[in-house]
């Protein structure tokens, strides 16, 4: 399986490592390490024949310090899900104020030189002005500054833990993160390396080999940014790096994050070099966990399910949900929040349209209406490979996924493109409408009177705002009432109740081979198709045979394998936290 000791950079292992108050970010408090046994298994390791511990320890007084100092730590050790320090920092800067001064002082910026020329086009906004927001958030390891004091090791360089695609909907109240299993088998492209110099590309490589790629202490996010874009074809149009520095004193500040575990976890779980059981880490169950309790159980692998990094992602996955609900409910106030914003920015590279503190404020702003359920964390569709322990995508599935996301439509085929009703309507079947008054001329003032509901029926961002619009210059009573239920319609439909169909005739006229059924409701309803995005030159040729020109072709439904395994953030935090059997 993956991750598991002496393998790739990948597939190594985390060993323990002493906490202290230096290298936290912003100098919080962190426990003072456990007695007993993390402390043995260090000296255990150190004195092993042939083993990675290196010189014998020193058996004297010193314990954890003195096994520090004489064993050689091991490579990806303290492996902590800093990117949920990304994860909440969108929330953190709307707090203003004192914060804003914090975290401008903090942030820091990659060189936009070093991001690909060839890249997918930027998602389209509708007709309000709406537009999704990708953001790609990875999770370093990187051995710089002090990062080694946390258990980063000795040897130099930078991997990326974990890396998480944010797809933030249009219409700002749902997102999805796709998480990207790190030894996953893709095809790297050209990179710039800190020398200035663009590798030659097209090799295939574990996915984290991108940001490891010419093997600086920062890591290469712009390497990942151009790999990620040239796996899903979706365009990023941020990143934020964080590494694990400040990571305890983060979940100090929101005084601990809560989890739960299918069972306990023990020393010999958390360090198999111990040989033997060990002390108790982490107990079967509900739990409140902060500092290096924290840090155990989002790098926690061995001893739960079958030890790879499948399901130690569920764990994050379900870490961040928890530690998002967490400042949600305390408050986004700068006293509440700001040791947690300095901990998390003094750790924090983003790319430049992140780079200050007001950028950050605007787009922290532009997410405050996400609700906890509609924040979804999905897996990459994947499989183990035959020839060795490293993943595979699995395509279709995969295609289809990054196809969802390129359409606006959430994994469960809600449409989110941004086009909300304007007077209430839930976009899900058109709203029944008061009668109208006679027919008059199209055009004539008169048309006031007939009112007339408008839905999407395409993937087409703003189509119904279009219809709204061209419905209102003949002097109609249009309003926009969001998606209709389906996003199929080849022709646009003229939905009409009783005594309304004279009305729906003339308003036909202006959508040429619009078709006209009756209906139900006692108004009239507009659904634009296909046809209406073609004449208006909105959506994208979709390259799909048989496709209409010039509209966007509705994505194929997401695999079971996709959608079932989907975690909400507000799911229940005992559930969904491991895979596989065994430990």
């Not at 914090?102 to 709406?130: H, M, Q, V, Y």
């Not at 739990?287 to 030890?307: F, M």
């Not at 961040?320 to 700001?338: A, E, F, Q, W, Y």
Request: hydrophobic letters at 35%; charged letters at 20%.
């Amino acid at each position: 399986m993956s991750g598991q000791w002496g393998e790739g950079p990948a597939r190594s292992e985390d060993e323990s490592g002493a906490l202290t108050t230096e290298g936290t970010g912003s100098g919080g408090a962190v426990p003072s390490p456990r007695s007993g046994g993390r402390a043995e298994a260090r000296r255990a390791a150190a004195q092993g024949k042939g083993g990675r511990g290196g010189d014998k320890a020193d058996s004297g007084p010193g314990g954890r310090a003195a096994a520090r100092k004489n064993a050689k730590p091991k490579k990806n050790v303290k492996k902590i899900v800093a990117w949920s320090a990304a994860g909440v920092l969108v929330l953190i800067a709307g707090a203003g104020g004192a914060i804003y001064f914090k975290l401008n002082a903090n942030i820091k910026s990659f060189d936009a030189d070093a991001i690909a020329g060839d890249r997918p086009p930027e998602a389209k906004a509708d007709a309000d002005g709406n537009k999704p927001v990708n953001i790609l958030l990875i999770g370093s390891d990187s051995r710089g500054k002090n990062n080694a004091d946390l258990g980063g090791g000795e040897d130099g360089g930078a991997r990326s833990d974990t890396t998480i695609l944010l797809h933030v909907y249009a219409d700002h109240k749902h997102a999805v993160g796709i998480s990207i299993p790190r030894n996953t088998m893709v095809q790297l492209p050209s990179c710039k390396l800190p020398n200035g110099k663009w590798t030659k590309g097209g090799n295939t490589d574990l996915f984290n080999a991108a940001f490891s790629t010419g093997g600086s202490d920062d890591g290469n996010p712009a390497c990942t940014q151009n790999t990620v874009e040239k796996v899903t074809g979706i365009r990023v149009d941020h990143t934020m790096v964080v590494d694990f520095n400040g990571f305890a004193a983060m979940t100090k500040a929101v005084n601990g994050v809560d989890i739960c575990l299918p069972q306990a976890i023990y020393e010999g779980d958390i360090n198999p070099n111990l040989h033997k059981k060990g002390a108790l880490v982490l107990p079967q169950g509900k739990q409140t966990v902060d500092g290096q309790k924290a840090l155990d159980y989002v790098r926690l692998r061995h001893g739960i399910g079958d030890g790879s990094d499948i399901g130690r992602m569920k764990r994050q996955q379900a870490f961040m949900s928890s530690l998002i609900s967490k400042i949600k409910k305390d408050g986004l106030s700068p006293t509440n929040l700001l040791p947690l914003a300095d901990a998390a920015t003094k750790s924090l590279t983003v790319d430049p349209g992140l780079d200050s503190a007001d950028k950050l404020l605007s787009f922290g702003l532009s997410l405050k209406n996400i609700d906890m359920h509609d924040l979804k964390f999905v897996t990459a569709p994947w499989r183990y490979r035959t020839q060795d322990s490293n993943i595979d995508l699995i395509q279709p599935d995969a295609n289809k996924l990054w196809e969802t996301l390129k359409a606006d439509q959430t994994i469960d085929g809600q449409n989110a493109t941004g086009q909300q009703p304007d007077g209430g309507g839930s976009g899900t079947s058109p709203a029944p409408q008061q009668p109208s008054a006679p027919a008059a001329p199209v055009g004539d003032a008169s048309n006031a009177a007939i009112k007339v509901a408008v839905y999407n029926g395409t993937t087409v961002n703003g189509l119904a705002g279009k219809g709204t619009e061209q419905l209102k210059a003949a002097k109609f009573g249009a309003t926009t009432a969001g998606q209709a239920a389906s996003t199929k319609y080849k022709a646009t439909t003229i939905e009409y109740g009783s005594g309304q169909k004279a009305n729906a005739e003339k308003i036909a006229a202006l959508f040429p081979g619009a078709e006209l059924a009756s209906g139900s409701s006692r108004g009239i309803s507009v659904i634009v198709g296909q046809d209406f995005a073609a004449a208006t030159g909105l959506g994208t040729p979709s390259g799909t045979a048989g496709a209409t020109p010039g509209v966007q072709t509705p994505p194929q439904p997401l695999p079971t394998t996709v959608t079932n395994d989907a975690r909400s953030a507000d799911d229940d935090i005992c559930a969904n936290t491991t895979y596989g059997s065994g430990g």
